[in-house]
């Protein structure tokens, strides 16, 4: 689904992700979840990418989900419409087969922050503020704050945002390790763009594999890894070569346990 306000970059092997509602902080409404959705599909299929960027427009990282977008929804409706459809779409940007990097060039808020965890490294502008300020609203973090935040950054520190309400400065941010590095104000995506570059020098192989892997190792991915890593290795396989061809040919294989 293409929608203005989701922007797709595509220079020299780096994909930029532009959240562009800058009027509304950046907050999500459904058809520009769709749209994100839809811009991981395209950055997916082509072969030249090797990294993707993450950025907002204007003073904010993202807001999160516009109140307005869910605000009137039935419970029955909030928790499937909103809450698990973006949950799946925050997992597509956290499972794409290539590095992602969030360039937090304002505040990430609830699901801004929820946004920028999906990606593999994070690196912030100096004067933003991050939190998860739902509870304040008598609601929860639904797009994996609780779930996501706490396997890559630990349980206390999201216990700070959600039960205290605490909000961290860039430096905080870096020093609990939810954000990777910080960077002047103004210069987050030049950053962005050159870490991408030292990305992009290595093996895209290498790095879709080692995604996999860490992904397997931190409990995030339900078998996902060990299946694709698997049937990465079985199609390089002479067996399986053999199995196709026997079964294109209506005869039965003949295995040699060949790799």
Known sequence: MSDARIKNEIDNAIAVLTVARPEKLNAFDIDMLKALSAACDTVEADASVRVVI??????????????????????????????????????????LRMPVIAAMNGHALGGGLELAAA?????????????????GLGMVPGWSGTQRLVKRFGAQVVRRMVLGGEMFTAEEARALGLVDAVADSGTVLAVAKDYAGRIARRGPAALEICKLMIASANGEDNGTAVEALGSMLAAKTGDMKEGVAAFAGKRPPEFKGEW
Not at 74 to 87: A, D, I, M, T, Y
Not at 119 to 135: F, M, S, V, Y
Request: aromatic letters at 10%; zero cysteines; glycine letters at 14%.
């Open 54 to 95: 993450l950025t907002g427009e204007g003073k904010a990282f993202s807001a999160g989900g516009d109140i307005k977008a869910w605000g009137a929804m039935s419970p029955n409706e909030f928790g499937h419409q909103w809450v698990r459809f973006g949950h799946r779409v925050f997992e597509r940007l956290a499972t």
């Open 119 to 135: 990606a593999d490294i994070r690196i912030a502008e100096a004067q933003i503020k991050i939190g998860l300020p739902e509870t």
